[in-house]
């Protein structure tokens, strides 16, 4: 489970009236064991520096997070143990095969080679990865290349995983599969938080769902809860009301 509270941070300006950047403004939220949430904002809003701070990568100027109950300020080792993160920038090493690139992670999280290789096998097949299990990375597809990101993110079988827009640039077959994969997640019991600009992806996967726009949460809850907040039958209406903008309508 994680729990951000009260989070907040600002970039230093670098325009000409050097105003600073609030990214992220009082963001706060629950992201349940056995649930997807989904955070929800157009481009800009401060999702991907949210999740930075709840996975470590950066540190909150104010507030909080805890992971499975423990602060990532006070034990960030703990809880980075306790994540598996699918960062903005996926990084997979273009000169290892998918297979080394898992097995690199592994090591570092200081698994055994028996274990690695059964997660291995576990990951290539819920991702549909066996076909280029053992290619040199580099050259790989977009959807290639993420799934190998996301293997290799889950190789020490995390409680806790966080994907930055993970269908971002992957073709509707690709994002079919990570879908199911997701739920997979969910149904161990896991804790899944996903960003998205695009409503329809969230509607679709995610049980609760945190609005985000301008760096402050605007609605959180249920799809259900959202469409009776916002007094509005249907789900788009109710997030172009919550975000001001037509933007994330159409994937
Ligand atoms: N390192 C940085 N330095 C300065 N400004 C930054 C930095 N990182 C983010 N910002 C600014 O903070 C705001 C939030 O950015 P963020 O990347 O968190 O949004 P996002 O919701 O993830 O957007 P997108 O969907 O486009 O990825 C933006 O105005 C962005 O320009």
Known sequence: MIVAEHLRKTFPGKGKDKAPVVAVDDVGFEARDGEITGLLGPNGAGKTTTLRMLYTLMRPESGRVLVDGTDVASDAEAAR??????PDARGVYKRLTARENIRYFGELHGLDAATIDTRTRALSSALQMDDFLDRQTEGFSQ??????AIARALVHDPRNVILDEPTNGLDVMTTR?????????RGEGRCVIFSSHIMQEVAALCDRIVVIAHGRVVAQGTADELRAQTNEPNLEDAFVRLIGTEEGLHA
């Open 81 to 86: 143990r306790a994540l598996g993160v699918l």
């Open 143 to 148: 959807g290639q290349r993420t799934k190998t």
């Open 177 to 185: 599969g990570l879908r199911e994969f997701l739920k997979q997640l």
